[in-house]
């Protein structure tokens, strides 16, 4: 898959903290891309509604939600949706798009969340954590904010695209970061991700103290197929992405309902 179209749905995550500025600056085109595209539309955002399954009523945190198009999703389902991200610009727009609907948050991932412990019942972190190289800290602030019984539901590069087609290294048991130019909107963007073999993946969801749900590799939706003829065979052939959904533990005396 060629990094022209493939855009995450967030930058929350930079590689380096000083480029927040930067990616603020190219907000509105990212944006503007982000929301029709066959990756984002078609495929990542419906691949994460689907898991997440009936959310009406549910406190749910969208950690690294950019300019919002998943928590507006989440929200017209019903659910009660709060939003962090770490920027500024894209929670700027978040704000046009959601209102007053959605608390919004400026925060690195990496820091302590502004949140009690078991504030939420689901977490959704839509590509953000392939640009952490320790999810360590990330993943047990997201714990703690989560009730028992809650899920996180999480989507990263598969580690087929990171070993085998972005740079590839010979050591896929290694956690290493590769470099790579996005040509986005005409503006060639430096980008930075952290690639993991998948059982380091699950070793940290299962070190924070989540108990592994689900993995999935899904498809894209078939409408697609028409609106996108020249990439859906690509999406539809070779993994992208991969989703997860881990859960808390529930308490001895009861769990989520």
């Not at 029709?36 to 691949?47: D, E, I, Q, S, T």
Request: proline letters at 8%.
């Amino acid at each position: 898959m060629e990094r022209v179209t493939d855009v995450p749905e967030s930058f929350a995550q930079p590689a380096d903290p000083a480029q927040v500025n930067f990616y603020d600056g190219f907000a509105e085109a990212y944006s503007a891309e982000n929301e029709n595209n066959l990756v984002n539309a078609y495929y990542a955002r419906p691949a994460m509604l689907a898991l997440a399954g009936d959310v009406a009523g549910r406190r749910i945190l969208d950690a690294g939600c950019g300019s919002g198009p998943l928590s507006a999703a989440l929200r017209d389902r019903g659910a009660l949706v709060t939003g962090v991200d770490a920027s500024a610009r894209m929670l700027a727009l978040a704000r046009r798009r959601l209102g007053d609907d959605v608390a919004l948050h400026e925060v690195d991932l990496r820091d302590r969340l502004p949140f009690e412990d078991g504030a939420f019942e689901v977490v959704v972190a839509s590509l953000v954590l392939h640009y952490l190289e320790d999810w360590g800290p990330t993943l047990a602030e997201i714990r703690r904010v989560l009730r028992p019984g809650g899920r996180l539901i999480a989507s990263v590069d598969h580690p087929f695209v990171a070993y085998t087609i972005e740079d590839p290294r010979p050591d896929y048991f290694a956690t290493t970061s590769y470099a790579f130019d996005w040509m986005f909107n005409g503006q060639s963007v430096p980008m930075r991700f952290w690639r993991k073999p998948l059982h380091a993946m699950t070793d940290a969801f299962t070190t924070a103290g989540f108990r592994l749900s689900a993995i999935s590799e899904p498809q894209p939706e078939p409408a697609a197929r028409e609106l996108f003829p020249d990439e859906f065979h690509d999406l539809a052939t070779k993994p992208c992405f991969l989703f997860f959904v881990v859960e808390v533990p529930p308490s001895a005396t009861g769990s989520v309902d």
